[in-house]
């Protein structure tokens, strides 16, 4: 499919349309338009549609880092907005600016999301010597990592949801890792108002993979400032305490009694300042909870409710962990769709991974990668408003 692409206010108003109180529509679509060249590569954008029962969600992607650019989802009132931190154009996802602070807006994030100490890891008495490109050490797959690559698509049109498979092959060597890793993510958006992102790898030599997505969520679409007054649940018992640079110290720890503590709701900006010496070294939350579901399983991660639009988003993982970080470093500087700037705390992520420095951390649950094994893993956030 390569249809002509259509204003997305259109798509909205046609998708959540109802004719004489009764009847509603339901459809499922994917328009594609360029996106812009990347180092002489075609950057393709892809707007997925999937509205049922006159309500839905629309998402963008482009094939520069398989970057989630939009989401809208509708509200309590059925109104759709724009939940995520993004850009209208590739220009702002290479602007100096932008990689300077390197926010990862939206995108894929590997080989390895999340930190690895020193930069360094061993593997079969081989150590190998990756870019510190966060102090020293290594941050979500180095300088050139998945979020810079322009990835393979293909669209998909399923019985009851819409998709788009994006393929890369990060050649041995690439930033330092060792084998030649063919890496598969498919987004799907259903009919239940979920975007579902499946993930599969195999390599031919052993090394470490642990991929994510970094979207940036702000669920009130612009109706509030920043992120501090949503209710967050997250559904963890410990979490691993991090030295000044992020890196883990020591096995996880309980979040009873601490800012971390979020079995039951509490919205972020309620113990976001505390005097706490974790919350000083992330300049805020960015720490890695260690979900009570041990992964493995697709399990319940974490519910966050937004007061003034009434939208939630659950998350759903097979992963052990997921960092939750509050948008600390956003300045203002960047602005993105709709022409907002985006300040501090504008946005939330909740990146589902392996914990931070498992390769480094031999009683964290592993992600080392054999050859003849495929790296599985699934995370689904899902829609719904109050």
């Known amino acids: 499919m390569n249809w002509k692409f259509i204003n997305l206010a259109a798509i909205v108003a046609m998708g959540m349309c109802s004719c004489g109180g009764s009847k509603t529509s339901s459809k499922m679509e994917i328009l594609k338009e360029p996106f812009g060249l990347h180092n002489g590569q075609q950057v393709d954008l892809y707007t997925l549609t999937n509205i049922a029962n006159g309500k839905g969600v629309t998402l963008k992607v482009a094939t520069y880092g398989g970057t989630i650019t939009e989401l809208w989802t509708p509200d309590r009132d059925g109104v759709a907005g724009n939940i995520t931190l993004g850009f209208p154009s590739l220009d702002g996802y290479r602007s100096e600016a932008f990689l300077q602070s390197g926010p990862y807006f939206g995108a894929l994030i590997g080989r390895y999301g999340n930190r690895i100490g020193n930069a360094k890891f061993t593997l079969d008495s081989v150590e190998y010597t990756l870019a510190a490109n966060n102090g020293v ?55 239940d108002n979920e975007l579902k992102i499946s993930y599969k790898a195999t390599s031919d030599k052993l090394t470490h993979c642990n991929l994510t997505n970094h979207a940036y969520f702000n669920l009130s679409a612009g109706k509030a400032p920043d992120v501090l007054g949503h209710e967050l649940t997250i559904l963890a018992d410990k979490y691993t305490a991090v030295d000044t640079g992020l890196i883990p110290v020591g096995l996880p720890v309980d979040v009873e009694g601490t800012p971390f503590d979020f079995r039951t709701p509490h919205t972020i900006g309620e113990r976001i300042n505390d005097d706490n010496e974790q919350l000083n070294n992330g300049g805020g939350y960015d720490h890695n909870l260690v979900l009570n579901s041990g992964g493995g399983e697709l399990s319940l991660a974490a519910v966050v409710y937004e007061p003034l639009s009434g939208r939630t988003l659950e998350v759903y993982t097979t992963e052990p962990g997921v960092q939750f970080y509050s948008g600390n470093f956003l300045d203002g500087t960047l602005v993105g769709v709709g022409d907002v700037p985006y300040v501090k705390r504008y946005g939330f992520c909740l990146e589902t991974q392996h914990f931070p420095d ?28 109050r």
Do not use: C, I
């Open 358 to 385: 498992t390769p480094n951390q031999p009683a964290f649950p592993s992600t080392e990668l054999q050859p003849g094994q495929t790296y599985s893993s699934e995370t689904v956030y899902k829609f719904s408003a």
């Open 137 to 191: 050490n290594h941050l979500h797959g180095g300088l050139q990592g998945f979020d810079k690559a322009v990835w393979s698509a293909e669209e998909l049109m399923e019985k009851d949801a819409v998709g788009l498979k994006l393929t890369y092959l990060s050649k041995d060597g690439e930033e330092g890792y060792p084998g030649n890793l063919n890496v598969e993510v498919t987004y799907r958006l259903t009919k």
